[in-house]
């Protein structure tokens, strides 16, 4: 094994859980996350040289995220937000009902199923999916969000508060649909 | 702006609830085999060789340049050797689906279980209850001493607890600080030298530093 090789796998390969976890829900597919995983850390040996130094995480997730939304748009699966139109989707509108009722909000996410939440969370357009990974499970800073998704950190603020209320939303009509209101 | 503290239900909801998608066994080694394939091909006259010639060149440069920095800033040798192996101890762990020979995150089993292979008795605690959770135990070798490997997990990262016993006091090291990216914390107390290793980052790794030196060594 090279040295190139030996330091490229000791700064890549711990965070492969997290290359795998960011592709998974991006793709929203084992075997395809699998693949296009094992791509990105190619691209990622390939391109080793130009990574210099530092935090290898936010560059490497950049890499899998880039060449999870390649695998999106070569499989002629743009819908799902990879055309992403900031204004359009910014001006969605999310009932107010559902976002003004903090305390039982409270008491549904404390009872909430793994699987509904799950299912909530692949259900969001995938440029507000992507930075809700990122922030929550990953607790990456705006600041690395930023470097992932390549967009000012305003607009990652702005698109994780959206997104955060675009899956409240979505949870919370869920359970009025499930008590029959 | 919607502030964290005031999307804490929904954010403590997604991360203790949602699915973490674990990378599937075999992915590893994958990548692992295709990077060394990709390697050679670097060298051969397929590539546009004197490119990659030039770049490994001034990345060469560039290492020396930081590698004599970091030792000469950085520490004496020894520390730097013994960072270097718990280091690749970590990263091996991590690497060949090798992390743990005693799976649990029960103390009364891990404990007993050093109990025939070391000659010495490692604290053994699960600190789930402040988010670390115990989840195995694996034998190690480091600084020339057999090691006491202890695996604890942080929201998906792992965390090495290396613990080794020191019988010369002037030989006991305390240090934190990264190396290769990695956060390293040492420090040793009543003859045993801890080296913790791990990719979370460097205020957790100290906090949990304090939590290990604050427990006792139960489950004895």
Not at chain 1, 128 to 136: N, S, Y
Not at chain 2, 120 to 133: E, H, L
């Amino acid at each position: 094994m090279t040295d190139r090789t030996k330091r490229f796998e000791a700064a890549a390969l711990p965070h492969l859980d997290a290359a795998y976890n960011l592709a998974r829900w991006l793709l929203r597919d084992d075997q395809n996350a699998r693949d296009v995983v094992q791509e990105a850390y190619l691209r990622a040996f390939r391109f080793f040289d130009g990574f210099n130094g530092g935090d290898a995480r936010p560059w490497l997730m950049r890499i899998v995220r880039n060449a999870s939304y390649s695998w999106l748009h070569d499989s002629g699966r743009h819908a799902d937000g990879v055309e992403f139109d900031e204004d359009k989707h910014s001006q969605e509108q999310v009932s107010d009902s559902a976002l003004d009722r903090p305390n039982p909000e409270q008491a549904l996410l404390q009872k909430i199923e793994a699987a509904r939440l799950d299912a909530a969370i692949e259900d969001l357009p995938l440029a507000f999916r992507e930075v809700l990974i990122l922030r929550e499970m990953d607790e990456m800073s705006y600041d690395e969000i930023a470097q992932v998704v390549a967009i000012p950190v305003g607009t990652v603020m702005s698109r994780l508060a959206r997104a955060r209320a675009l899956l409240r939303a979505a949870l919370c009509q869920e359970r009025g649909e499930t008590n029959g209101r | 702006m919607v502030d964290d503290a005031e999307s804490g239900a929904l954010s403590a909801a997604i991360k203790r609830k949602a699915t973490r998608h674990a990378a599937p066994p075999g992915l590893r080694q994958g990548i692992h085999a295709a990077v060394a394939r990709a390697a050679p091909s670097e060298k051969s006259s397929g590539w546009p060789g004197w490119r990659w010639l030039q770049m490994a060149s001034t990345l060469a440069c560039a290492i020396l340049a930081s590698v004599l920095m970091t030792r000469i800033v950085l520490a004496p040798e020894d520390l730097v050797r013994v960072n270097d192996e718990v280091v690749a101890a970590h990263v091996r762990s991590l690497m060949v689906a090798h992390l743990e020979d005693i799976a649990s995150s029960d103390q009364h089993t891990v404990k007993p279980w050093f109990a025939g292979k070391l000659d010495f008795s490692p604290p053994v605690n699960d600190f789930a209850d402040q988010g670390f959770p115990l989840i195995g135990g694996r034998l190690d070798y480091i600084d020339k001493h057999f090691a006491a490997a202890l695996v604890y997990r942080r929201h998906g990262h792992v965390i090495n607890a290396f613990v080794w016993p020191v019988r010369d006091a002037d030989k006991a090291k305390a240090l934190s600080e990264t190396r290769d990216g990695f956060n390293l914390v040492a420090w040793s107390v009543s003859g045993l030298q801890f080296w913790l290793v791990s990719d979370v980052n460097s205020e957790e790794l100290r906090a949990f530093s304090q939590l290990l030196r604050g427990a006792k060594n139960s489950a004895q």
